[in-house]
């Protein structure tokens, strides 16, 4: 029941600008953390950046300075802007979410979760 949907990727030229969002939707009891993982081509998946609910973040050292997570936990949504875009950065991009959740036989766990991802390519 629990799923997690990206949406604001696309194409875009370097040095430009994009933001994604991702909403958690289903029986969730709290969220721990969420963030955002990315995996280009021949190369293995890394985090990009994470924030917990209590708002600390942590950032990839390639993204620092350039990338800022946010969230809000009323509407169980994070949100990546991504700004001074480099081609380096094309890669699909993955939702991630710690969360408590109802599972099947009314129990009660911690689980990750993760999205479908969606591309982003940046141009030179």
């Known amino acids: 029941q629990v799923q997690l949907v990206e949406s604001g990727g696309g194409l875009v030229q370097a040095g430009g600008s994009l933001r994604l969002s991702c909403a958690a939707s289903?029986?969730?009891?709290?969220?721990?953390?969420m963030g955002w993982y990315r995996q280009a081509p021949g190369k293995q998946r890394e985090l990009v950046a994470a924030i917990t609910s209590g708002g600390s973040t942590n950032y990839a050292d390639s993204v620092k300075g350039r990338f800022t997570i946010s969230r809000d936990n009323a509407k169980n949504t994070v949100s990546l802007q991504m700004n001074s875009l480099k081609p380096e950065d094309t890669a699909v991009y993955y939702c991630a979410a710690d969360l408590t959740t109802a599972q099947a036989m009314g129990v009660i766990a911690n689980q990750d979760y993760w999205g479908q991802g969606t591309q982003v390519t940046v141009s030179s």
């Open positions: 289903g029986s969730i009891f709290s969220i721990n953390a």
